[in-house]
């Protein structure tokens, strides 16, 4: 990014942001001090990242090196701690896999982990671990205290060379279409920032200039798919070929591949590809 620093204040300094249109108010901001510095964040658009090497700022000072590296490491390290606790107790990585009727690799690619009494299920934004889910017996999920909440990714996966990317909601849908063979993403809730989800496919899939093509995968229910009409009206602003998948009869495509069976599913998605 090339940036011109128009005014400092607070610690943060202020310019014009690159990624939209943002012509009347200074709406990007920059942190200059303490752990965060380098943090950037968009107001306006809601992009986030880090000043990197490469970045061109005009102006800016911060009181210690730039650095490439995500402000929020400890979790990674913990994402990777819980990991190895999940490996350490096989029985419940099948326990979790049978739940979800997926096979243990996408519990890998996911990096999925355990604490003991929960699994865990890392939260993304733009290239860093930003918080972590936890999922209980019985299905009852709670974020670890201090978690942003993010998109669930597949961590093997670079989804700028995908043909087609499906948008879920939620971790077991997203897990369920991993298992299918495809790629996809994951909507931590239809509730989630619709700025910020298409922040995160942007940056993502930001080096695709060309067949940019996304499925948005909604539950059965009123809610939801109001939302994934916005989500979709959003991204085809952006420039993006987006089509949505109707789950029905089913509440979602996890139950739809349970009725349906995984090779009509299966199909049915690969018609978007």
């Not at 009869?249 to 349906?260: G, N, S, W, Y």
Request: hydrophobic letters at 30%; glycine letters at 6%; one cysteine or more.
């Amino acid at each position: 990014m090339n940036l011109k620093i128009e005014y400092v204040s607070g610690g943060s300094a202020w310019c014009f942001c690159p990624l939209h249109k943002d012509i009347n108010t200074p709406n990007l901001s920059i942190t200059l001090k303490g752990k965060w510095a380098g943090y950037w964040k968009c107001w306006a658009c809601g992009r986030v990242g880090n000043i990197t090497p490469e970045d061109t700022v005009e102006g800016l000072k911060l009181d210690k090196e730039v650095r490439s590296s995500p402000p929020c490491t400890r979790w990674d390290n913990l994402m990777y701690y819980y990991k190895r606790m999940l490996n350490k107790y096989p029985l419940s990585k099948i326990e979790f896999a049978n739940t979800l009727d997926v096979s243990m690799y996408v519990l890998d690619c996911t990096q999925v982990g355990f604490t003991g009494d929960s699994w865990t299920i890392p939260m993304w934004k733009a290239g860093y671990v930003s918080g972590i889910q936890k999922q209980y017996r019985g299905r009852k999920k709670q974020s670890i205290h201090g978690s942003h909440i993010g998109m669930f990714l597949n961590d093997y996966v670079e989804y700028e060379y995908e043909d087609c990317v499906f948008i879920c909601e939620g971790y077991s849908d997203t897990a369920a279409v991993e298992d299918l063979g495809y790629t996809a993403m994951g909507i931590p809730c239809c509730g989630y920032n619709i700025n910020e989800v298409e922040c995160l496919i942007d940056y993502y899939i930001c080096d695709k200039e060309d067949d940019r093509y996304l499925c948005i995968i909604p539950d059965n229910n009123k809610e939801s798919e109001l939302y994934s009409m916005k989500l979709c009206e959003q991204l085809e602003d952006a420039n993006y070929e987006v089509s949505m998948f109707d789950v029905k009869p089913a509440k979602d495509v996890r139950e739809l591949i349970q009725l349906r069976g995984r090779d009509y599913v299966k199909k049915q998605l690969e018609m978007y590809i």
